[in-house]
């Protein structure tokens, strides 16, 4: 390895991450304080869609940074009101920047991803046409979702011992797990990967120099409660014993990427108005935009039978699918398999109470979905 050297570290690097909305804005400042101890020359910048689309000012700020920026990570740009707006940008910064990382964004975005000898823009061949293969088909099956993940974590194992241009692949399916598991410490980690890997010019000193730990795991479907040591578990029993006047269960979905950020007051609040009425509440997330793998398994019981007596949706995306695709006739069946009553809520997510009631629109698409 490399010298550690002070020069080293504290040479100036700037890492620029956009994404939908705000929901690792918190975890990503907890990963900057951590990150500054070993890269004190960093400036890590994070920009959601949700406020470039509504304030011109925030959009200036972005494009500035996309422009100045050396590692440029793009995350869940696949809506045309999100990324239009910066795309010519991204484009003219692609082959100045150090890497551009895109994933799970709409192809006009995905394919700027440059890392390394792995550029999207090409044609798949080698390790991507390989891994292509391994993927099999997609489908909207409820296994999907895991199946995907296993793949997931199988394939920088794969792709580990294969020389090339697999190498900067297999960075990008790291990068996912990061980002997938976006904890500040996996965040922090992602940040370190593609600085030791990537940086260039000038900055290229800092190669070989930081201490890259593995992708951290979470559970894929498991229970949340802010009571809990860990907060997230795999384990029902995990969850604190009820207190309440047990006027009956309710079952609570809620959105797994904000609870591994750490960005869940909203649940909490939600949770402890439940309790406060005297009700029992299961609080549950799942991989994805799929909750059917939490309500098999946490809310019936081992004969099949229900076990709650609500059940209460705090994703803000339908119950099977997000803005991709909506299976609504998967939802009907195990929603009738349940048969209690089902509430959706419907979060202001890309904007502002104030701004809501000033519109004449009242909920923006993405919110309506």
């Not at 793009?74 to 150090?98: G, K, S, W, Y």
């Not at 809501?356 to 009242?362: I, K, L, N, T, V």
Request: charged share 25%.
């Amino acid at each position: 390895m490399q010298k550690r050297t002070t020069a080293a570290k504290a040479t100036a690097i700037k890492v620029v991450l956009l994404t939908m909305d705000t929901h690792v804005a918190s975890a990503t400042e907890r990963a900057r304080t951590e990150l500054l101890r070993d890269l004190p020359g960093l400036q890590l910048h994070v920009h959601a869609a949700a406020e470039w689309t509504s304030d011109p000012k925030a959009l200036d700020a972005c494009k500035a940074d996309i422009a100045a920026g050396d590692i440029i990570i793009n995350t869940m740009l696949f809506m045309e009101d999100h990324f239009q707006p910066i795309l010519a940008n991204l484009v003219a910064r692609r082959d100045q920047c150090d890497a551009m990382v895109c994933a799970m964004s709409a192809t006009e975005v995905t394919t700027l991803t440059r890392m390394g000898r792995f550029d999207m823009s090409r044609p798949q061949t080698g390790p991507l046409a390989f891994i292509k293969k391994l993927r099999g088909h997609r489908g909207k099956e409820k296994t999907a979702g895991a199946q995907q993940m296993k793949m997931l974590r199988r394939l920088p194992q794969i792709l580990r011992f294969i020389p090339g241009t697999a190498q900067d692949v297999r960075a990008y399916f790291l990068t996912l797990q990061y980002w997938l598991g976006g904890s500040e410490t996996n965040i922090a980690s992602m940040v370190r990967l593609l600085v030791d890997r990537y940086a260039d010019g000038p900055r290229k000193v800092l190669r070989g120099t930081l201490s890259v730990k593995a992708p951290e795991e979470y559970p894929e479907v498991g229970v949340y409660h802010p009571r809990m040591q860990r907060r997230l578990s795999a384990n029902l029993s995990d969850l604190p014993k009820s207190t309440g006047q047990n006027k009956g269960t309710v079952g609570v979905l809620m959105l797994r990427s904000y609870l591994l950020a750490n960005n869940a007051g909203h649940y909490d609040g939600a949770i402890a108005a439940l309790e406060k009425r005297g009700l029992r509440v299961i609080p549950t997330f799942a991989t994805g935009l799929d909750g059917r793998p939490a309500i098999d398994q946490f809310f019936f019981d081992k004969d099949g039978r229900t076990t709650i007596d609500a059940l209460v949706s705090l994703t803000g995306f339908s119950l099977v699918g997000g803005p991709a695709y909506n299976d609504s006739r998967a939802a009907e069946e195990i929603l009738a398999r349940l048969d209690v009553p089902y509430v959706s809520a419907t979060p202001v997510e890309f904007q502002t109470l104030e701004q809501w009631g000033a519109s004449d629109r009242g909920l923006l698409p993405v919110e309506a979905t």
